[in-house]
């Protein structure tokens, strides 16, 4: 019952922000997190945030240019990606794991996922 959205085709150094709806109100028990795939590659943890929005993990290599943040009364999570790379070339799903509300990095740790929108980088 998530759906993401926002996704597409950036130049190297642009801008995109990704967006994440609960379709069933659901959406504010728990942490969520944003996790994406490369091209055969396996899926890989981006960031993550907590239930209320005050805290937030990040993987290394969106530090300083990806900003998670939600937005519970709109039952929506973002991710504002900057500064983007050709690496940055992915899949991103968004994910929740409802009533458990510590910032997990591990996709098993997730019990509900979107769909997955296409962000492609060029050079």
């Known amino acids: 019952h998530l759906v993401e959205s926002g996704g597409g085709v950036v130049q190297a150094g642009g801008s995109l922000r990704l967006s994440c709806e609960d379709s069933r109100r659901a959406f504010s028990n728990g942490a969520m997190a944003w996790f994406r795939q490369p091209p055969v590659k396996e899926r890989a943890f981006v960031a993550a945030i907590s239930c209320g929005g005050s805290s937030t993990k990040y993987r290394d290599s969106g530090k300083g240019r990806f900003t998670i943040s939600r937005d519970n009364a709109k039952e929506t999570l973002y991710l504002q990606m900057d500064s983007l790379k050709p690496e940055d070339t992915a899949v991103y799903y968004c994910?929740?794991?409802?009533?458990?509300?510590?910032?997990?990095?591990?996709?098993?740790?997730?019990?509900?996922w979107g769909q997955g929108t296409q962000v492609t980088v060029s050079s």
């Open positions: 994910a929740a794991r409802p009533t458990r509300y510590d910032l997990a990095d591990s996709e098993s740790e997730y019990d509900v």
